[in-house]
């Protein structure tokens, strides 16, 4: 038997995974207390906001996949925040931004946090226990402080010169001056009490009243454009998800403006092959997905953004026609050109959550690049996003900057449901790897016959780049096969070995739903666990 780097978790009554170990435990602790999926998720995600800041936190946003075991259906919740009304192409070009906005700094806070409001939002309709119980454990570990991890001490160290422009970050993230190390206690205060006032008074507590004031004021003072008016605005959209099928399963996704109809269109590609007849770790497989990642960025690059200011052709895009017709132009080798793709942030957190009763959640949730912004609103102690910054500034472009409209987003949260039940609640954390590593779970749990665990832990691979690597070519983890390096070489792909468990191949986690176990995964490319009981 492989050995797994985690077991695989077991159990009957409910079961959550996250990428770190204290917000699976408080997700696992409102289970018992008899809470629904959505209650465990939003304590899952509020506590990951403290624990996890470099990955996502209030300031972020947030994608929902919520499957009701009442009515049998699967909801969206799009959680991502708009343009804020000040925010247009003719601003930052006055400001000598011609091509790109800026990834850091206040003038990088160009949309509204969208995850608190997605937390309420859910909460109001599916939520069981009191919503200010959902909060407690991120208020507690913020109040009395909780042990850096490894990855949050490392990326902390990696952008420290970023977190000290800005002195309300400095003090919240860089306690003395310096990057804390792993196992240093780390509270947050200013947080605590923002996340105080959210339990208390719900969304208004964040978009309305003192805080708003504050993250607002912020950002101006330090020369940004949000406004006061722009936060009470907001709210979230319950959205009709997308799907397909696969090989006797139904594939859902969020739609449009989240990537996920990608990871949906190369799985109807794949239905053209016997991928169960390659093996998972050769360079048959590697090659076909790779190829068929290509195709569908291609269609994903031309047309995602907000469809509410453009015209996506989804059912073109997720027709079995068009996958077959796509399908010809897989060759045996790496005929397909690379495609100038952008540099996107992969600094996210995906949870996955079941309960007793049936009930799921998928959620994945973001800052965008790590620590988002780089910039904390004030005395709220929330770190704001930047996933604004990946509007595009060319008057051309299907995603250019507009006010009042949300961007391409890599946010993607995934089902698979078989008989109209679901069998797999999955999702992980990555930019360009996110259609890729979801595609490589339910391909090597679908075909290959994998548990969760052992489809997480299994060596991944990286077509494309993210942001700081300017580099886009094909990562292949060092646990594959030399004959899957070499195989891959001989078919043209630009390969570049990268470490064991590297962390740019993303945090996956996973939850497969039997007749009578749960049985779930975590990645150990993160610090999280996956927990029953």
Same mark, same amino acid.
């Given at each position: 038997?492989?050995?797994?780097?985690?077991?695989?978790?077991?159990?009957?009554?409910?079961?959550?995974?996250?990428?770190?170990?204290?917000?699976?435990?408080?997700?696992?602790? &409102?289970?018992?207390?008899?809470?629904?999926?959505?209650?465990?998720?939003?304590? &899952?995600?509020?506590? %990951? #906001?403290?624990?996890?800041?470099?990955?996502?936190?209030?300031?972020?946003?947030?994608?929902?996949?919520?499957?009701?075991?009442?009515?049998?259906?699967?909801?969206?919740?799009?959680?991502?925040?708009?343009?804020?009304?000040?925010?247009?192409?003719?601003?930052?070009?006055?400001?000598?931004?011609?091509?790109?906005?800026?990834?850091?700094?206040?003038? +990088?806070?160009?949309?509204?946090?969208?995850?608190?409001?997605?937390?309420?939002?859910?909460?109001?309709?599916?939520?069981?226990? *009191?919503?200010?119980?959902?909060?407690?454990?991120?208020?507690?570990?913020?109040?009395?402080?909780?042990?850096?991890?490894?990855?949050?001490?490392?990326?902390?160290?990696?952008?420290?010169?970023?977190?000290?422009?800005?002195?309300?970050?400095?003090?919240?993230?860089? *306690? $003395?001056?310096?990057?804390?190390?792993?196992?240093?206690?780390?509270?947050?205060?200013?947080?605590?009490?923002?996340?105080?006032?959210?339990?208390?008074?719900?969304?208004?507590?964040?978009?309305?009243? *003192?805080?708003?004031?504050?993250?607002?004021?912020?950002?101006?003072?330090?020369?940004?454009?949000?406004?006061?008016? !722009?936060?009470?605005?907001?709210?979230?959209?319950?959205?009709?998800?997308?799907?397909?099928?696969?090989?006797?399963?139904?594939?859902?996704?969020?739609? @449009?403006?989240?990537?996920?109809?990608?990871?949906?269109?190369?799985?109807?590609?794949?239905?053209?092959?016997?991928?169960?007849?390659?093996?998972?770790?050769?360079?048959?497989?590697?090659?076909?997905?790779?190829?068929?990642?290509?195709?569908?960025?291609?269609?994903?690059?031309?047309?995602?953004? /907000?469809?509410?200011?453009?015209?996506?052709?989804?059912?073109?895009?997720?027709?079995?026609?068009?996958?077959?017709? %796509?399908?010809?132009?897989?060759?045996?080798?790496? /005929?397909?050109?690379? +495609?100038?793709? *952008?540099?996107?942030?992969?600094?996210?957190?995906?949870?996955?959550? &079941?309960?007793?009763?049936?009930?799921?959640?998928?959620?994945?949730?973001?800052?965008?690049?790590?620590?988002?912004?780089?910039?904390?609103?004030?005395?709220?102690?929330?770190? %704001?996003?930047?996933?604004?910054?990946?509007?595009?500034?060319?008057?051309?472009?299907?995603?250019?900057?507009? @006010?009042?409209?949300?961007?391409?987003?890599?946010?993607?949260?995934?089902?698979?449901?078989?008989?109209?039940?679901?069998?797999?609640?999955?999702?992980?954390?990555?930019?360009?790897?996110?259609?890729?590593?979801?595609?490589?779970?339910?391909?090597?749990?679908?075909?290959?016959?994998?548990?969760?665990?052992?489809?997480? !832990?299994?060596?991944?691979?990286?077509?494309?780049?993210?942001?700081?690597?300017?580099?886009?070519?094909?990562?292949?983890?060092?646990?594959?096969?030399?004959?899957?390096?070499? $195989?891959?070489?001989?078919? #043209?792909?630009?390969?570049?070995?990268?470490?064991?468990?590297?962390?740019?191949? #993303?945090?996956?986690?996973?939850?497969?739903?039997?007749?009578?176990?749960?049985?779930?995964?975590?990645? @150990?490319? #993160?610090?999280? %666990?996956?927990?029953?009981?």
């Amino acid at each position: 038997m492989t050995r797994t780097t985690r077991p695989l978790a077991m159990a009957c009554n409910g079961m959550v995974s996250s990428p770190h170990y204290l917000a699976s435990t408080a997700g696992l602790q &409102v289970l018992q207390e008899g809470g629904s999926a959505v209650d465990a998720a939003v304590a &899952v995600n509020a506590t %990951l #906001g403290v624990v996890y800041p470099h990955m996502t936190g209030p300031g972020g946003d947030a994608f929902w996949l919520i499957h009701d075991a009442e009515s049998g259906q699967v909801h969206g919740l799009n959680g991502s925040g708009r343009a804020i009304a000040a925010a247009t192409r003719e601003h930052y070009r006055s400001l000598g931004h011609h091509q790109e906005i800026p990834s850091r700094g206040p003038l +990088a806070v160009v949309t509204v946090p969208g995850a608190v409001d997605s937390w309420c939002t859910a909460h109001e309709q599916y939520g069981r226990l *009191p919503f200010e119980r959902l909060l407690q454990p991120a208020i507690n570990y913020a109040t009395s402080g909780f042990a850096v991890c490894d990855g949050h001490a490392s990326c902390t160290r990696d952008v420290a010169d970023v977190l000290r422009a800005h002195s309300t970050t400095s003090s919240s993230m860089l *306690p $003395g001056g310096r990057a804390p190390l792993a196992g240093d206690l780390l509270a947050l205060p200013h947080l605590a009490e923002t996340l105080r006032t959210v339990a208390e008074k719900g969304r208004a507590g964040f978009y309305e009243g *003192p805080v708003a004031a504050e993250i607002a004021a912020a950002v101006q003072r330090a020369g940004g454009l949000v406004t006061a008016e !722009d936060l009470a605005g907001h709210r979230s959209d319950w959205t009709e998800p997308i799907s397909t099928t696969y090989r006797g399963y139904t594939c859902y996704q969020h739609p @449009p403006n989240s990537q996920g109809f990608a990871h949906l269109m190369i799985l109807n590609i794949l239905e053209n092959f016997d991928v169960a007849g390659m093996d998972h770790l050769g360079p048959e497989y590697i090659h076909l997905l790779v190829e068929a990642t290509k195709l569908a960025f291609a269609d994903r690059d031309r047309y995602l953004t /907000d469809p509410e200011f453009g015209d996506i052709p989804l059912e073109q895009l997720l027709s079995k026609d068009y996958a077959a017709e %796509l399908s010809t132009r897989v060759g045996s080798t790496a /005929d397909l050109p690379l +495609a100038a793709a *952008p540099r996107l942030g992969g600094d996210t957190t995906c949870s996955v959550v &079941v309960d007793s009763d049936g009930n799921a959640a998928s959620v994945i949730q973001s800052l965008y690049h790590e620590f988002g912004s780089g910039f904390v609103g004030g005395e709220t102690g929330v770190l %704001l996003q930047n996933r604004g910054s990946f509007f595009s500034l060319d008057d051309e472009h299907p995603n250019r900057l507009e @006010p009042g409209k949300r961007t391409f987003h890599t946010l993607m949260p995934g089902m698979l449901l078989r008989d109209g039940k679901p069998d797999l609640v999955y999702g992980t954390m990555g930019g360009e790897g996110q259609p890729q590593t979801s595609t490589a779970l339910v391909t090597r749990i679908v075909d290959a016959g994998c548990d969760v665990q052992t489809a997480i !832990d299994s060596p991944r691979w990286l077509y494309g780049r993210t942001w700081g690597d300017s580099r886009q070519d094909l990562r292949v983890e060092s646990r594959f096969p030399a004959t899957t390096e070499d $195989g891959l070489v001989d078919r #043209g792909h630009p390969v570049r070995v990268v470490e064991p468990f590297d962390d740019a191949m #993303g945090h996956a986690q996973a939850i497969r739903i039997g007749e009578q176990v749960l049985a779930g995964g975590a990645d @150990p490319r #993160g610090e999280g %666990l996956a927990l029953g009981w």
